[in-house]
């Protein structure tokens, strides 16, 4: 399918932003100059929370650059509407290493947590958003493995919406358990994604938006 220029440019616009947050985590991790022997090794205890923090947001803005890839193959990048979710997902994309600084630093603070499980619900609403745009844009699946891929899709966005704006109460009343329900949307995903059969013997993919034939 051929892009506009549109879609071209905000494609353009989208992955300079997830590179420079993916970056940007990485910076809060360091080790202070001159310090030896027990200090170093208790130095190096202390960024575990960091490096634990940067794992999981990593994981969640390359899980978000490659559903966002695969839902502006398909949307109209000169519709308003993709444009406005679209650079809403981005500035939520890119606030993302505030609160993932917040949780590595005060991971038993309720606010905290609450904080990033807001950021990154926020961030798949708008995903979503552009999602449905898309579909409603295109109008009707051509055929039953279009429909049943567009379904899909959606389920998968809503489950990780979901999960993360559960997890805010959660995290306000327990914070140490809020994080035990941000990685179990990697497997959720997984399971909701895996490819299978549309019925007339081709699969579909495992990313919002995109499909492949196999025979």
Sequence with gaps: MQRSAATERLSALSDGVFAIAMTLLVLDISVPDGLDGADFRAALRDTGPHLAAYALSFAVIA?????HRALLARAPGDDETVTRFTLLGLALVALLPFPT????EYSGQPLAAASYAANVAAANAAHLGVLRTSHRRAGPPSDDGR???RRRSQRVLTALTSVFAVSIPVALVSPGLAPVLWVSVFPLQWLLTRDSSTGDGRRVSRWPGRRRGRR
Excluded: H, I, P, T
């Excluded at 899980?63 to 559903?67: E, K, L, N, P």
């Design 63 to 67: 899980q978000f650059w490659r559903s």
């Design 101 to 104: 600084g917040l949780v590595a």
């Design 147 to 149: 429909a049943a891929e």
